[in-house]
Nanobody, 125 residues
Framework: QVQLVESGGGLVQAGGSLRLSCAAPGRTFSYYHMGWFRQAPGKEREFVGSISWSSGRTYVTESLKGRFTISGDSAKITMYLQMNSLKPEDTAVYYC??????????????????WGQGTQVTVSS
């Protein structure tokens, strides 16, 4: 079974930074897109951003632009989420996801095929 593994979460003070990583060890096929989502307690899982391996383009949802950056290492098939100027409202479980098809959008939970277990990010005030 394909497994996506997130790492890099933790506890940080407001204004601090964290870098999350997402890898797919042992995977034998390629994802066309990989994405980051987050889910705060009592809220729905929301899209953070994504990377297209075919084009190299990255996208971050508008409300997080300027603070969050997505990058990737195509050789390692590893995606990163750099989070700066963190706020308490960024507290959530962060998930990475993989999309196997090159078609369609890559911004919704239903667009993705495989998911990691998530990593907790807690921002204290």
């Amino acid at each position: 079974q394909v497994q996506l593994v997130e790492s890099g979460g933790g506890l940080v003070q407001a204004g601090g930074s964290l870098r999350l990583s997402c890898a797919a060890p042992g995977r034998t096929f390629s994802y066309y897109h990989m994405g980051w989502f987050r889910q705060a307690p009592g809220k729905e899982r929301e899209f953070v951003g994504s990377i297209s391996w075919s084009s190299g383009r990255t996208y971050v949802t508008e409300s997080l632009k300027g603070r969050f950056t997505i990058s990737g290492d195509s050789a390692k098939i590893t995606m990163y989420l750099q989070m700066n100027s963190l706020k308490p409202e960024d507290t959530a479980v962060y998930y990475c996801a993989g999309k196997r098809s090159p078609f369609g959008q890559a911004v919704s939970v239903s667009d993705y095929d495989d998911w990691g277990q998530g990593t907790q990010v807690t921002v204290s005030s």
